[in-house]
């Protein structure tokens, strides 16, 4: 029988709260417009029926992508 951890969802978005916020070239409406997307991004996966897991893992990728387009453009 495995032994799972439960993943922990707000930990993971906290970690990715951290990562932000040390990163000077972001701007603190940056940080929050990325974070509103990142949110919604993970309630839509889980309403497709992703765990919190792969939900945060797809929408940290899309958000990572949002970064980019924001510092580049």
């Keep these: 029988m495995e032994n799972q951890t439960r993943y922990d969802l707000n930990a993971a978005i906290e970690d ?14 940056v940080r929050r417009e990325l974070e509103t997307h990142l949110l919604d991004a993970i309630t839509g996966f889980q309403q497709r029926g992703l765990n919190d897991e792969e939900s945060f893992w797809l929408a940290r990728r899309r ?3 949002s970064q980019w ?3 580049s453009g």
């Design 63 to 65: 958000s990572c992508s």
């Design 16 to 29: 990715w709260r951290q990562e932000l916020a040390a990163q000077a070239n972001l701007t603190v409406a």
């Design 69 to 71: 387009a924001t510092e």
